[in-house]
């Protein structure tokens, strides 16, 4: 048990995996502008990296060891996510409808994210099992959901801002980007 | 030799057919989940312009496409495809369009920051609603336009500016979505036809004084465009002239005889001038 609270906490707080660990930069920025589309984005991050860790922890576990093809990982995990997303976009759509309307556009776009790769990569670093893998994806992405919601708070005071014209848009979004991952760095050895 | 064909035929082997099967799956998942779209909400999308820019207050042309098929949008919804978009629509949903007014959005206020007075040093955020709510804002005049610039942040097409703290519209790039009429908390801004270029370029139904010691080109109410005004396009209530833009006919009259340079024409570049009197 104790195990599981320490992935799920580090992967959360210490080892966020867009203020430390610098993955899913892309839609960090894209879709922070407002809370509503930052939580709708999270919350399809959550959903797509529980299933993708879970898929690919049991392709490396089950496939890629037996066979003594670890050193293919990414690529197979690439491939397993990709079809993975599009089937639970196709799925969704027939037997869900709200879900699938609830996470819209951004299902198709996470297909091909950093972080999505990255939580089954490190996964399989860090040496966890598949019920241990599940869990850490899951953890990412709550971590991820964390920091999107907090930032687009952050995003909407700055709309509101008088910011210089040369830092208008997208330098004040990195500057405070970067202020809240510092802020982050507080949490470095918590569980030290 | 062989270890190294093995090496590479393997993983190769192994990886197409992971790849034959997924995509197998998902080809039969997609005809097993089918799910049946109206195939006039694909005709539709293909006529319309594609840009996704959100004008007509739907997240994408997706949005909009779906709305039309199923008939609660009207075919000329998207504003920025103008015509040509309203007819390949109309021609899609299989109803015919009568001509379109193209409509422009146009502030009404002169009030540049040179033409009035602060009542207040606002410090607060810059933002038209937010000072709005502080004695109807800093301007002196309580009708006019704060010039903070919530319906430039609100214009998806960069078709509004500020001059000297009174918002312009761009009309070449205006396309007429009207977010910044809904953006303005004064309420300035209005949809007018295009191609009428007289504007009572003032919303204050104040008495004649009041307005003149508030500002140098507010229209105090004397009426005297009224008068002139061959196509008798121009009323007066509550102190304030209004431009029938259906009724005018561009002759220019007005702004001949306005005392205060309240009429404005809209086509030509702003004056900056500064304040006569002190207050």
Request: proline content about 5%.
């Amino acid at each position: 048990m104790n195990t599981y609270f320490l992935i799920i906490m580090s992967a959360i707080l210490v080892d966020n995996f867009v203020l430390s660990k610098f993955l899913g930069i892309c839609p960090f920025l894209g879709v922070s502008k407002k809370l509503e589309t930052a939580a709708g984005m999270g919350g399809a991050v959550i959903f797509v990296m529980t299933l993708a860790s879970l898929a690919t922890a049991v392709l490396y576990q089950f496939v890629l060891v037996p066979l003594g093809m670890e050193y293919l990982q990414t690529l197979g995990f690439i491939l397993v996510i990709a079809a993975l997303v599009q089937f639970v976009e196709i799925v969704l759509k027939k037997m869900v409808p709200p879900l699938y309307q609830a996470l819209g556009i951004y299902l198709p776009l996470i297909t091909t994210n950093c972080a999505v790769l990255g939580a089954a990569l490190l996964a399989v670093s860090n040496e966890y099992d598949v019920l241990k893998s599940t869990v850490y994806g899951f953890a990412a992405g709550v971590g991820f959901t964390l920091a999107l919601v907090l930032f687009s708070g952050v995003r909407e005071k700055i709309e509101m801002a008088d910011v210089p014209d040369a830092l208008k848009g997208i330098p004040a979004a990195l500057i405070a980007a970067a202020l809240v991952s510092m802020s982050f760095f507080g949490f470095q050895g918590l569980f030290a | 030799m062989n270890d190294l064909l093995a090496s590479m035929v393997f993983p190769v082997a192994v990886f197409g057919g992971m790849s034959l099967v997924f995509g197998v799956l998902l080809a039969y998942a997609a005809k097993v989940f089918e799910v049946k779209t109206d195939p006039k909400i694909t005709e539709v999308r293909a006529a319309l312009p594609g840009t996704n820019c959100g004008a007509c207050g739907f997240a994408g042309c997706d949005g909009m496409a779906v709305s039309i098929a199923s008939g609660r949008s009207k075919p000329d919804a998207c504003p920025v495809g103008g015509e040509a978009t309203a007819k390949a629509v109309a021609e899609v949903m299989g109803v015919v369009m009568t001509n379109t007014v193209s409509y422009v959005a146009r502030v009404a206020c002169g009030g540049l920051t040179s033409c009035t007075t602060q009542k207040y040093a606002y410090e607060g955020m810059k933002s038209c609603t937010a000072a709005a709510a502080l004695h109807n804002g800093p301007k002196s005049c309580p009708f006019g336009c704060l010039g903070f610039g919530d319906c430039v942040s609100a214009c998806p097409f960069g078709a509004i500016t500020i001059i000297d703290g009174v918002a312009k519209i761009v009309e070449a790039n205006c396309k007429s979505c009207e977010r910044c009429v809904a953006a303005c908390p004064k309420k300035l801004i209005s949809m007018v036809p295009r191609g009428k270029n007289y504007l009572v370029n003032c919303r204050s139904t104040q008495k004649g004084p009041v307005v003149k010691k508030n500002c140098d080109v507010g229209c105090i109410g004397c009426g005297k465009c009224v008068k002139v005004c061959p196509a008798t396009a121009i009323t007066l209530a509550n102190n304030l002239a209004k431009i029938d833009p259906l009724l005018c006919t561009n002759c220019g009259e007005c702004i001949k005889v306005c005392p205060t340079n309240a009429i404005v024409d809209v086509t030509a570049p702003v004056v900056l001038w500064k304040r006569a009197t002190t207050v």
